[in-house]
């Protein structure tokens, strides 16, 4: 089935998370506070920990340690101790029942680093599983991708890398033998083709950098851009296409955040800051009532007529824009309701390169509406017409944001 245009960036940007990321992060939506490591003290513990379970833990620790069968680091198991350390540690954060907060291992917060600053160093492909299981090559992250320039094809299947067959492995198992230092090499054998023809490569490792956003002209003054997720290198990506768009004689917008699942705010509220006046973008308020302001602080706006394409999807960092957009009245909004994710969560690093992420605060929108659970509603509601586009191409959204755009 075909995708929307509408979500090229969205679909792209979800393929290179899936490459670089252990742990998916549902509808993304996070601020990372880079907080300097630390480690846990006894006065922060409490909580959870009481001092009756810290007791019973340690009762069911004497336990394993003395009954369980298959406890030892030497055992045909594979888990070590600190596996089971860290299971623990997920356990305790899963116990909140909250979808959105998270354990990392210093491995998995690694790679959500790299992830949300829009950059790594790999062969510059983005991978899928296929529904036979196999990991399959679904496009390349640019043109001047080191695999796509090697002779890799999408539709390829990973087979061997480094003489080691893929079979068995899981997706960061793949990940983490294929990426490495930029200017290394990687022999990877494929299979292609119905006949599974083995085709070897040795592809040069490379900086790879994410494309969150695309742009084109839509007709001689009507601009289009799309932005598929919210990360360190959105900003510049987005303000560079306005730049390319305004050259080319742009006089109107369409800014389509279909299928954008958010990501970085302050990403988002510096793309804000390119579209509306100075001012309140959003702000928080944590459980104890703290309130934190983020601020549009360029006194230029965009300055033209603008229609924003949201839909269901459309969660978290793109709610957040498109509401602050909506709130001062300089854009309307097109399309279904959005996803509804107005809460916040923060990444706080440990001292051994772990790292939790927790829900620790609400957003509103300047006009002081919380959109958790309900979205933001449009100003003009279609829904998408998708066995039309299935069909012949047409995107009855795009259309219509394109008609409105123009009498605005």
């Known amino acids: 089935m075909k995708e929307k245009p509408g ?76 596996d089971r350390a860290e299971g623990m540690y997920r356990g305790l954060v899963e116990s909140l029942n909250d979808k959105y907060s998270s354990y990392y291992t210093e491995k998995e917060y690694s790679r959500l680093s790299e992830s949300t600053e829009g950059s790594f160093e790999g062969i510059g492909v983005t991978i899928v599983q296929n529904d036979e299981g196999y990991f399959e090559i679904a496009g390349f992250a640019s043109e001047d991708s080191s695999a796509k320039k090697a002779g890799v094809e999408v539709g390829d299947i990973f087979y061997k890398v480094e003489d080691e067959y893929v079979s068995g492995m899981d997706m960061s198992d ?58 360190g290198i959105t900003v510049s990506q987005f303000e560079n296409a306005l730049t390319s768009l305004k050259k080319q004689g742009m006089k109107r917008l369409v800014l389509d955040l279909r299928g954008n699942g958010g990501g970085m705010v302050n990403a988002a509220v510096k793309v804000a800051d390119d579209i509306i006046p100075t001012g309140v ?87 002081g509406l919380n959109i958790q659970g309900t979205g933001i509603e449009p100003d003009v509601v279609i829904e998408f017409d998708g066995e039309s586009y299935e069909k012949d191409g047409s995107d009855n959204q795009l259309d219509k944001a394109v008609e409105i755009v123009k009498n605005k």
Request: with cysteine.
């Open 281 to 367: 973008v959003t702000y928080t308020l944590d459980s104890r009532g703290n309130r934190k302001d983020y601020m549009a602080v360029t006194p230029e706006e965009l300055g033209m007529p603008l229609v924003i394409l949201v839909d269901s999807a459309s969660a978290s960092a793109s709610e957040l824009l498109t509401g602050a957009i909506k709130d001062y009245g300089k854009g309307t909004v097109v399309g279904t309701t959005t996803f509804g994710k107005g809460i916040v969560q923060n990444i706080y690093p440990l001292a051994d390169g772990s790292a939790v992420k927790l829900t620790n605060s609400r957003y509103y929108t300047p006009n």
């Open 174 to 231: 793949l990940v983490d033998r294929v990426r490495g230092k930029k200017g290394t090499s990687v022999r990877i054998v494929m299979l292609r083709g119905e006949n599974r023809e083995e085709v070897e490569f040795t592809i040069d490792r490379q900086k790879v950098e994410a494309i969150t956003v695309s742009s084109n002209m839509i007709d001689n003054e009507t601009g289009y851009i799309a932005i598929g997720a919210f990360e």
């Open 7 to 82: 979500f090229w960036g969205g679909i792209v940007c979800g393929l290179l998370i899936a490459l670089i990321i252990l742990v998916a992060v549902f509808f993304g939506g996070s601020v990372h506070n880079m907080l300097l490591g630390r480690g846990f003290t006894p006065a922060a513990a409490g909580g959870i920990l009481t001092s009756s379970v810290k007791e019973k833990i340690s009762l069911l620790n004497d336990y394993i340690d003395y009954y369980y069968l298959d406890y030892r680091d030497d055992d045909d198991s594979g888990e070590t101790d600190e």
